[in-house]
């Protein structure tokens, strides 16, 4: 029994996909006389209903098949006309099969139906070369497409919370927990957990190109982060509270529920800046608390909170600016900093080819998954027709359902495959020697043989799957024209060739998956963003009115796609097989919150960061820049570490005897600090534990961040 499959949302699936197949297949093919249509009536709800994951609820399902309608009719046709010859049908699936999976750029909706898609390309392109059938198949295509839309919306599937109620309902807790700290932190970061993507479904994923669905997915970052910042304060000291940061919070209170309220209904958005009003003023409330005579000066640990409280605030800001962006689609006012929000102002037009342009890199999983499907497609076809297999569009449908993003976890489909099929193949070819040209009989086994083995084979996993639908094809084909038990002969031939050849393909392209690109990009993102450490620093150390800006010279765009792509790679990493997805090792989920830390800090500790109000020289100022410069050696040590170089660890910096850091910047410490212990909590889970606590850390201390 496979783990966590929805047995009544299987049951619904194999229920549509068998009426729409019924209602289509046996009037065309008995009624009309039309085998050719029925053939294709009978594939194209397979095709959408269960090759193709299209997410969502069952009316966002039939409209993406109504929006996909005249894709399949176009790919029926072009392979009806280059099934001319061997190459021309080569050359046709290499550049369908890149092109279709590639579309994964746009989302889980292309994505979802691209496999369904490239079926109406491979069962079109194949021999006897007959244009003059074309208006049968597509006829047979529109029906089964028709009639599976309607399915979907009389039997549906039940519709999930948006993206945007999900944030409303998150921001809803921080509310509270800003309001009034009352929210235990466990709480709070179940909250924000549950806006991890691999906890929405598909459907409702911000993963589109354009404005608003790049501002969710930025808002839900941001309001994870949010939570998890209103998580440690609340375990801070209670003793540490003041009353500039309890009316900061109280802000950031009320800006969380005017989000949330303006995501759920569109109307009443929070007063623009009026948070960041508050900030400033909170900010220069600081400057004249640390301004005054050293007797005077609050204590460090009132500092640390306050520097903790803005930093949340700003998260809160963010989450302001990109809900504007979501609901309204462009800003209402001038988003800031630009890098951050740098696809405010772009066209739609312009968005999609930054993501597209983006991923066209071997760097990208969506790249590598598209060029190792074509290739073995194209293999497929050209070895089904140079060999002249009998039904050779099976050799592909193997390829296309079979092969996986690791050489590891395709063996293993093709393993039980194969079991399922030869067992699914002696079983139907007893049934056609048993039962003979009696096709009164197969019409009859067809509707059931569908039910039961679209609805067991989820459950019982792909051996039951496959052999089942041998079964189907079978009875199928057994109905259109005189078969004998070699029909099962050929289809086992062909599924072995096309388990044979997806093998290949996987082991000599990227055959380990996400798995060593997913080091790549993590190791890269961390080398990029710890560049920006040294610069932010000495922002920090600039006096007050100094006409110096060092932080203007950081760039952060290389950095925000390198996150991008990370986090296409980790995201592949974990949807593939458990056993790579699951096994211990790094933990990537903390590199890219490190990676989202260093990044923030380059942002907010310029505008709202404490500085020195004298020189930037002394032993504190030296700390500080030491400090920076190890933590940028640390971000490039442990990336290196990810990469499995090791690297020795250099002793921390230690501090000025006289001269503690938050004499300097308060805000500068705590950035620092934390960034050492999460560089820490990276290296333990890299290293065995022996070794990963061995050496302090840059900037580690005994007060926890």
Known sequence: MSAGVDKAAALRKAVRVTLAVSIGFYPLLYAAEQPIAALYALFAPIAFGLLSAIPGSGRQRASVMLCALPAALALASLGTVLAVNTWAAVGGVLAVGFLLTFAAVAGPRPAGTGPGLQLFYILACFPPYAPDSLGARLLGLTTGILLLAACEVLLPEPSAASYRERLARALGTAAVGAARGEVPPEKLRKAGSKLRLSHIPPAERPAGAGRKDRALDQAGRSVRR???QLATLAEATPGAADDASAALLGRV??????????LRTGSHPPLAGALEEAMLRFQEERVRLVSGPPGDMPPTAVLQRQSRVLALAESARIVEVTADIAVNGRPTAPAAPPDLFWYAEL????????????????????????????????AARLVAGSFDLAHGFWVLLAVLTLGRTTVGATWRTVRLSVAGNAVGALVAGALLTGVGPHTDVYAALLAPAMLVGFSLGPLLGIAFAQGAFTLVVATAFAQMSPVTWRLSEARMIDVVTGSVIGLVCGLLAWPAGARREVRRAMAGLLRSCGGMVPPTAETLLTPPGSSTQTVQTVQTLPSLHKVRLAEAAYAQYRSEAPGASQEAGPDWHAVLIAAGHMLMGAYRLPRFGLRPRAGTTGPSAAWARATAAALEVEADRIASLLGGRTVPARPPVPHPGDYPPTSLSVDLEVWMTSLGHQFGHIEASVTPPSRSGAPGLPGSSSREP
Not at 253 to 262: G, M, Q
Request: hydrophobic residues 55%.
């Open 253 to 262: 209170a009320a800006v969380c529920t005017a989000c949330a309220r303006f």
């Open 347 to 378: 066209s739609t037009p312009r968005l999609w080819a930054h993501r597209v342009l983006g991923n066209m890199t071997f760097r990208s999983v969506v790249f590598q998954n598209a060029v190792r499907t074509a290739l073995a497609l194209a």
């Open 226 to 228: 949010l939570l998890e």
